[in-house]
């Protein structure tokens, strides 16, 4: 079975390396030479927008999808004209790529989000905040990720250089959660409607980039709660594959902050630490297979590297820790890697945890 | 990190696979142009008794390693030459190609072995067979696997054909064991002396070729007494890398079988079923790095699919249970892949196993 890709980095790379043992075949298209899912398996080089490439890649492969979400709207529709199906569905993919829609969606189906309003002006971002109060946070409607295309608003006199330096594209304010912790819930969703959740992650995030996630986080109520609300969203979509669903908690409560329509970097500890990883449940999916389990077995914490990969010996001489570099260059604030510390008993990770931070520039968990 | 693999089938791909996330990068050395790893790394299409490429292999090599046993003399003498290093030591691969010295070398050692007599004529094996009694076991002494090279000798009218079909190279006559079960030891020494047992493995073979592996098999007394033997084995060797002991058990004791120096379709099972896998473990003893723990996860069984994979969604559809294609063509006898069945609770696995046993031709566990 021949599966493409659209994006080459290193969400693509580990679905990849889930799929060879599936006995399945990949290419990846990418704009970049050097994209790390090329590592792994044959890569196309190529714009997203280059018809032609992408035209290549359906006619060998049999099913495809993406490890991004801001694919332009022009490959799914070129990909439509293609025999191979695609997976997850356009809308899904347009949904991600617009934090308006996206917001607007949640809005419709009853997921609580924080108060938002479209900006397009200085003026109408003076207007919003006199109704919503600062904190603030503007955002870019299009192409942000890991806390780029945005600004925290604090004071009335951080409007004017926030919408200096994001303004002249479509923007998002939005209301600033004061949470106590942001947490996760992954899901894959099969083509017979099939639906199965993992339990809940922790979050830590640092300047916008994920850090450190901790699964399972044991809080029934609100994993429930996190289920039922990406529930709605997977059955509206009619969504195929694995999505990844991030809230606020405030007080008890889920506030959803975004969704992805891929594979997930707070997911990466189902490698290690569930009967089946995220990447092999996409994979499922997306090819019509039942789901694996989503059970956690025992307890994990992933630790993301950022601009640099840690010396393999020091994480390697850790018990329980696992190493996964990307094979990609280092540099300042890129997600070069991540390690996963496993241990059966929650109460055996701090040891581990303790000597492992330090490795990834964290003095503690945040 | 550049790893070299002379040998290019499953057992390199896995050692690929798992070498990925540690941000290593192969080159595979094997002479069929369809070679399995080569689906996921670079293959150097050549003889194992090219000089030529096997210098381009090593001069590209920070460290080599191998998949199998057999490799030509000249090949560990050509890689001493070169500036990378090579795990496991050459004797170790010597002893493991002849099985005379391997018995030897078993009995030096105190590791309990059937009977064996060298046998280089009909006159021999007739001299021999009066001593040992039958059943008796008649083996080429080497370039045996998966049962192929060998005769059991059941009745003295057997002699005669047997040694005609495998007469003309040396051999090697054993006493036949009447072992209620067999078990083997896999166990990683690295550079450093630390070794790491894995928990020992009940087998199940058919036609001399393995079609089950359980694990861990809970026998304390006798995974006492194979860490014990096989220790001697791999302090004797210097060994570094990942060894395979396989023992019949007789009346509650171990007697050696063979010996493989190399990762190990009975250590399949480590992949979902322990902390680190045999082929993680066996890049970390190669490269130097401390030993991963090799400690059981839940309880798993293995199967060998001979001949041809069973379909992907009838597999996948059984709980706990995982797909590993090798991507080889499929032909009768052949190791084409393997399935693990995971479950946190031995009691758990009978249901995914009635279900599994049919998939891969195999009625009852045996």
Redesign the interface.
């Known amino acids: ?1 021949k599966i493409g890709i659209v994006g080459g980095g290193q969400l693509a ?1 580990m679905l990849v ?1 889930a799929g ?4 399945l ?1 990949f290419q990846v298209l990418d704009p970049a030479i050097d994209a790390c899912a090329g ?2 398996a044959p890569l196309i080089r190529s714009d997203y927008d280059d018809e032609n490439h992408l035209q290549q890649l359906a006619d060998w492969a049999e099913m495809l999808t993406f490890d991004f979400e801001n694919v332009p709207a022009t490959v799914a529709s070129t990909l439509k004209r293609q025999a191979a199906g695609f997976y997850p569905p356009a809308e899904a993919l347009a949904v991600a790529q617009d934090r308006l829609h996206e917001k607007t969606l949640f809005w419709e189906l009853g997921i609580p989000t924080p108060p938002f309003a479209t900006i397009d002006s200085l003026e109408e971002l003076h207007d919003a905040v006199a109704r919503m109060e600062l904190p603030a946070v503007l955002k870019t409607r299009r192409l942000g990720y890991d806390g780029k295309g945005q600004r925290v608003l604090r004071a009335p006199e951080d409007l004017k250089p926030a919408w200096e330096a994001l303004g002249g594209v479509p923007l998002l304010l939005e209301g600033f959660v004061p949470f106590q912790r942001e947490v996760s819930v992954l899901a894959a969703r099969g083509h017979n409607g099939e639906i199965a959740f993992y339990p809940l992650v922790e979050n830590t995030h640092r300047d916008g980039i994920l850090r450190l996630s901790r699964a399972p986080l044991l809080a029934p109520q609100l994993e429930r709660e996190g289920w039922n609300l990406a529930r709605r969203l997977l059955e509206r979509l009619n969504y195929v594959g694995l999505l990844a669903l991030e809230f606020f908690v405030l007080d008890n409560h889920l506030i959803a902050n975004e969704m992805a329509p891929r594979v997930h970097n707070s997911g990466h500890w189902t490698i290690e630490g569930a ?1 089946t990883s995220q990447f092999e449940n996409h994979l ?1 999916a997306v090819l ?3 789901l ?2 989503t059970a956690a ?2 307890h994990s914490i992933m630790l993301n590297c950022i601009g640099a ?1 840690p010396e ?2 020091a994480v ?2 850790v ?2 820790a ?4 990307y ?1 990609k260059a280092p540099r300042p604030g890129r997600k070069v ?1 991540h390690l996963t510390l ?1 241990a ?1 008993h929650p109460q055996d990770l701090q040891t581990g945890l303790d000597r492992l931070l330090p490795l990834v520039g964290l003095e503690s968990p945040g």
């Open positions: 079975m790379r390396l060879y043992p599936m006995g075949q590592e792994v009967v499922r019509g297979l039942l694996g389990s077995v025992g990969m393999r010996a390697l001489a018990p329980g696992h190493y996964h570099a094979g890697g496993w059966e």
